[in-house]
């Protein structure tokens, strides 16, 4: 079993900036991909970023221009940078992980971001 422990999430004003934290358990690079996620109320869960294997980094298209996925192998730690929030980004944000390809398997509690309109 991976342990992952979010950190970070905060009540902020339109246009402010956040960064949140992601602690693995394990060696980062021995997982095939680790990424963050949010969960709106009422809506689907969505990938918001992710490191994969081959170390490329994938975002969102709503988000690519304002946020930024950082990792930080020695730590075990990966973070996730946002800038220019809108209240669209109010979400309980997740840090998720696998070994292999395909849905996570291990997941981290989340934390709450809430942008004020």
């Known amino acids: 079993q991976v342990q992952l422990v979010e950190s970070g999430g905060d009540l902020v004003q339109f246009g402010g900036s956040l960064t949140l934290s992601c602690a693995a358990s394990v060696h980062i690079l021995s997982l095939n991909y680790i990424g963050w996620y949010r969960q709106a109320p009422g809506k689907q869960r969505e990938l918001v970023a992710i490191?994969?294997?081959?170390?490329?980094?994938n975002y969102q298209d709503s988000v690519k221009d304002r946020f930024t996925m950082s990792r930080y192998i020695a730590k075990k730690t990966v973070t996730l940078r946002m800038d220019n929030l809108i209240p669209e980004d109010t979400a309980v944000y997740y840090c998720g992980a696998s070994y292999s390809p395909g849905a996570p398997n291990f997941w981290g509690q989340g934390t709450q971001v809430t942008v004020s309109s």
């Open positions: 490191i994969t294997s081959d170390a490329s980094i």
